[in-house]
């Protein structure tokens, strides 16, 4: 069974950065999908990033050019780097894995397991 911890969330300014870590157990994590999704308060979640095999990576118009997905595979962990953080990026967000050998795809239904999310809050 495949466990996914988040870690790196916190309370930061807007236009600071936050590295955001999840750390994958219980299956092989090179070339299966990987992503990152956020929750708002009172909104539905939403997608941010994907990251698949052969280092493709894929990213929410809301975010490219300020966010970039990484992983290391020696490691097993995904990474997340926030750069120019923005009040509205203000979530919880959560690390999701799904199938070998697909493209970074950001719909949620394609992943099939999930972690339990940190905190990420941008005062402005």
């Known amino acids: 069974q495949v466990q996914l911890i988040e870690s790196g969330g916190g309370l930061v300014q807007a236009g600071d950065s936050l590295r955001l870590s999840c750390a994958a157990s219980g299956r092989n994590f090179s070339n299966y999908l990987m992503g990152w999704f956020r929750q708002a308060p009172g909104k539905e979640r939403e997608s941010v990033a994907a990251?698949?095999?052969?280092?493709?990576?894929n990213y929410a118009d809301s975010v490219k050019g300020r966010f970039t997905i990484s992983r290391d595979n020696a490691k097993s962990t995904l990474y997340l780097q926030m750069n120019s953080l923005k009040p509205e990026d203000t979530a919880v967000y959560y690390c999701a894995t799904g199938p070998k050998w697909v493209p970074p795809t950001l719909e949620s239904d394609k992943y099939d397991s999930w972690g339990q999310g940190t905190q990420v809050t941008v005062s402005s």
């Open positions: 990251s698949a095999w052969h280092d493709r990576t």
